[in-house]
T-cell receptor, first 112, second 113 residues
């Protein structure tokens, strides 16, 4: 089945710096891709969903890049601030059903 | 719109007890998922229902974990008997057919003594 590898497991940056997280997956038929954010003590919150072949999506303070050729999904938090400190999870779906395969998460700490 | 609701938010059980966790998916969602989240293992799928039918039953969890979906708006996860290694956060999520993104409930934090 699908395997999703997420790096790095831990990331510490200074306020104003960028934080870059990347995931690779194995199933070339994967169709939907997600980034979730989990703040301490809270549940997972959907940040963004992407499904085009190669796409850059910009959200509030972050950019998501999907490269289906390389089977790579990335999240770049630009100008990170302490409120971005959380765990971030990438997730991949095959499209046949709504089963989602999650990465192991990246614990991000943004220091003032 | 109400999101996914889970009760209780916290549960403390003695080893060997039976506990039942509850989940109400987003109204109209077809798919419901139960996950277990720990720091060591991350997110593990326990069960997956589509329109109340069991689609996946996490192999490693079959013996003491049983999820049921009695109707389209209510699901339970029973752990019987509980063991200390079951201490974790149990998350319920739902999604709408063909849209894939899952919406998560607040979770139930289970502590087994």
């Amino acid at each position: 089945g699908e395997q999703v590898e997420q790096r790095p497991p831990h990331l510490s940056v200074r306020e104003g710096d960028s934080a870059f997280i990347t995931c690779t997956y194995t199933d070339p038929n994967s169709y939907y891709f997600f980034w979730y954010k989990q703040e301490p003590g809270a549940s997972l919150q959907l940040l963004m969903k992407v499904f085009s072949s190669t796409e850059i999506n910009e959200g509030q303070g972050f950019t998501v890049l999907l490269n289906k050729k390389d089977k790579r999904l990335s999240l770049n938090l630009t100008a990170a601030h302490p409120g971005d400190s959380a765990a971030y999870f990438c997730a991949v779906s095959g499209g046949n059903n709504n089963r989602i395969f999650f990465g192991d998460g990246t614990q991000l700490v943004v220091k003032p | 719109d109400a999101g996914v609701t889970q009760t209780p938010r916290h549960e403390v059980a003695e080893k060997g007890q039976t506990i039942i966790l509850k989940c109400e998916p987003v109204s109209g969602h077809n798919d419901l998922f139960w996950y277990r989240q720990t720091k060591i293992q991350g997110l593990e799928l326990l069960s997956y229902f589509r329109s109340k039918s069991l689609m996946e039953d996490g192999g490693a969890f079959k013996d003491r974990f049983k999820a049921e979906m009695l109707n389209s708006s209510f699901s339970t996860l029973k752990i019987q008997p509980t063991e200390p290694k079951d201490s974790a956060v149990y998350l319920c999520a739902s999604s709408f057919l063909d849209y894939a993104e899952q919406f998560f409930g607040p979770g139930t934090r289970l502590t087994v003594l």
